[in-house]
């Protein structure tokens, strides 16, 4: 039994309303969903693209198992000849046993990585289902409690970490004084609102002051917010659509506020997957600006000759945050922002949008009983950084970077690890003009 196995195990008996789980599967089973659950041939390829399947060989995290809770009751309800198979005694009730049994492989055994996808004959999007499956399970009473607490602290205080208006200004202030950078916060009208995530502002800080130095040095018309300025939703990430909704509107309230035309999700992938993706869904309206990743628009300032940046020696390799490399469509952005910094650039295998996850996207880093699998996935990362012999590997994502950092100290690993925002924004060529190049 794995430490989240026994940690669930452990835990007091909970009341669970099987019925408005299966309620919950029925209402979100659309025909979209319908087709996938139709589509699985049970060939069991994604198994071999699934790190938590990779590490331990344990057959109920082949990915396809992660659709058998919905398939159920699909089954039972809504399939063609579902009344047929009810009559027959073919198509039993979701169980409440089987509600406890697959708590752990919908919450801490999926990071939505999307890599089951790229291999599926049928390209069924795993990570979509795992989405809405998580819904159905927190309708009838379960979920991890810290990946809800994280949910609820986003919705009553701000942000996860509980980055609330008051510490954002403070934590703003010092940055600004300590590394005598202008970061904009409030800042009545702008072109683009630049969001944070708390894992950021709050164990990372010199990613904000990097970002800030690098749009000042572009001449972007740029500010936080205070209405609405951190970037992660756990609201979707806990199967709290209403949290998810909430912490969306805030932030495209802030946005009409400024008259932004540009929303910048900063270093963290599934920040960028859901607003940029889904935010228009959940928001139920479309999203009245563009949303960029911080990658995305620092490469389009390179672009345009509006940043330049000296070269470094030291040998590295990147680590694509699967939201916003596979699923997300930055893959090449970040290697031309480290293309003329990285004079020695390895490549891992595999890479780009065929790379393995960290293990801790998709809310899994929030998870306690999920530390022991996170850092044997951690071990498929160490072999690859290894096999490029690179010192350094940059990753663009805080969230991976944390999951990273808390493995590497659980397992002795002293590879080096860093932000691709930090560290371009310590070789920004200050002495090149902000101006754009001249058209030729
Ligand atoms: S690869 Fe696709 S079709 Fe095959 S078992 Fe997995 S989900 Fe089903
Ligand atoms: S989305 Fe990623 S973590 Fe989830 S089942 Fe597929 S490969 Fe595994």
Same mark, same amino acid.
């Given at each position: 039994?794995?430490?989240?196995?026994?940690?669930?195990?452990?835990?007091?008996?909970?009341?669970?309303?099987?019925?408005?789980?299966?309620?919950?599967?029925?209402?979100?089973? %659309?025909?979209?969903?319908?087709?996938?659950?139709?589509?699985?041939?049970?060939?069991?390829?994604?198994?071999?693209?699934?790190?938590?399947?990779?590490?331990?060989?344990?057959?109920?995290?082949?990915?396809?198992?992660?659709?058998?809770?919905?398939?159920?009751?699909?089954?039972?309800?809504?399939?063609?000849?579902?009344?047929?198979?009810?009559?027959?005694?073919?198509?039993?009730?979701?169980?409440?046993?089987?509600?406890?049994?697959?708590?752990?492989?919908?919450?801490?055994?999926?990071?939505?990585?999307?890599?089951?996808?790229?291999?599926?004959?049928?390209?069924?999007?795993?990570?979509?289902?795992?989405?809405?499956?998580?819904?159905?399970?927190?309708?009838?009473?379960?979920?991890?409690?810290?990946?809800?607490?994280?949910?609820?602290?986003?919705?009553?205080?701000?942000?996860?970490?509980?980055?609330?208006?008051?510490?954002?200004?403070?934590?703003?202030?010092?940055?600004?004084?300590?590394?005598?950078?202008?970061?904009?916060?409030?800042?009545?009208?702008?072109?683009?609102?630049?969001?944070?995530?708390?894992?950021?502002?709050?164990?990372?800080?010199?990613?904000?002051?990097?970002?800030?130095?690098?749009?000042?040095?572009?001449?972007?018309?740029?500010?936080?917010?205070?209405?609405?300025?951190?970037?992660?939703?756990?609201?979707?990430?806990?199967?709290?659509?209403?949290?998810?909704?909430?912490?969306?509107?805030?932030?495209?309230?802030?946005?009409?506020?400024?008259?932004?035309?540009?929303?910048?999700?900063?270093?963290?992938?599934?920040?960028?997957?859901?607003?940029?993706?889904?935010?228009?869904?959940?928001?139920?309206?479309?999203?009245?600006?563009?949303?960029?990743?911080?990658?995305?628009?620092?490469?389009?300032?390179?672009?345009?000759?509006?940043?330049?940046?000296?070269?470094?020696?030291?040998?590295?390799?990147?680590?694509?945050?699967?939201?916003?490399?596979?699923?997300?469509?930055?893959?090449?952005?970040?290697?031309?922002?480290?293309?003329?910094?990285?004079?020695?650039?390895?490549?891992?295998?595999?890479?780009?949008?065929?790379?393995?996850?960290?293990?801790?996207?998709?809310?899994?880093?929030?998870?306690?009983?999920?530390?022991?699998?996170?850092?044997?996935?951690?071990?498929?990362?160490?072999?690859?950084?290894?096999?490029?012999?690179?010192?350094?590997?940059?990753?663009?994502?805080? %969230?991976?970077?944390?999951?990273?950092?808390?493995?590497?100290?659980?397992?002795?690993?002293?590879?080096?690890?860093?932000?691709?925002?930090?560290?371009?924004?310590?070789?920004?060529?200050?002495?090149?003009?902000?101006?754009?190049?001249?058209?030729?």
């Amino acid at each position: 039994m794995t430490s989240a196995a026994s940690a669930i195990a452990d835990a007091p008996a909970r009341s669970i309303n099987v019925q408005a789980a299966v309620d919950k599967f029925n209402a979100l089973t %659309n025909a979209h969903i319908a087709s996938y659950l139709d589509a699985c041939v049970h060939c069991g390829q994604c198994a071999q693209a699934c790190h938590f399947h990779e590490v331990t060989r344990d057959p109920r995290r082949v990915p396809a198992m992660k659709l058998a809770p919905i398939t159920k009751v699909y089954r039972r309800h809504k399939a063609p000849f579902a009344g047929l198979r009810r009559t027959l005694g073919l198509a039993p009730e979701l169980s409440r046993k089987d509600l406890e049994e697959w708590e752990e492989l919908i919450f801490d055994s999926c990071t939505m990585c999307g890599r089951c996808t790229v291999v599926c004959p049928m390209a069924i999007d795993i990570a979509s289902v795992v989405a809405l499956s998580r819904q159905a399970f927190v309708a009838a009473g379960l979920g991890p409690p810290d990946l809800l607490q994280a949910a609820d602290n986003a919705r009553d205080r701000g942000s996860p970490l509980g980055v609330t208006r008051e510490v954002l200004k403070d934590r703003v202030e010092w940055l600004a004084d300590e590394h005598e950078t202008e970061i904009r916060l409030d800042k009545p009208k702008a072109d683009v609102l630049l969001l944070i995530s708390s894992i950021e502002l709050m164990k990372y800080p010199r990613s904000v002051v990097a970002m800030a130095k690098l749009l000042n040095h572009a001449g972007v018309d740029w500010t936080l917010s205070s209405r609405g300025y951190e970037s992660t939703n756990f609201g979707f990430l806990a199967g709290k659509p209403d949290v998810a909704r909430t912490l969306i509107a805030r932030i495209t309230e802030a946005a009409e506020a400024l008259g932004a035309r540009t929303v910048i999700v900063p270093e963290c992938g599934h920040a960028f997957g859901v607003l940029r993706w889904s935010g228009a869904n959940i928001l139920g309206r479309p999203l009245p600006y563009e949303v960029r990743h911080i990658t995305e628009f620092l490469a389009q300032h390179k672009r345009d000759g509006r940043l330049r940046f000296k070269p470094i020696d030291t040998s590295m390799t990147y680590h694509d945050p699967c939201q916003i490399s596979r699923r997300g469509g930055a893959t090449a952005d970040a290697r031309y922002l480290l293309d003329g910094v990285a004079s020695d650039f390895r490549e891992m295998t595999p890479t780009g949008n065929y790379n393995w996850c960290c293990g801790g996207g998709g809310g899994v880093q929030a998870l306690g009983r999920a530390a022991e699998v996170r850092h044997e996935v951690f071990r498929i990362k160490m072999r690859q950084v290894s096999e490029t012999g690179a010192a350094m590997m940059v990753s663009a994502c805080s %969230n991976c970077r944390l999951t990273m950092d808390e493995s590497k100290a659980a397992l002795g690993w002293d590879g080096e690890l860093e932000s691709l925002v930090e560290l371009l924004a310590v070789h920004l060529d200050d002495t090149a003009s902000s101006a754009p190049r001249p058209a030729r």
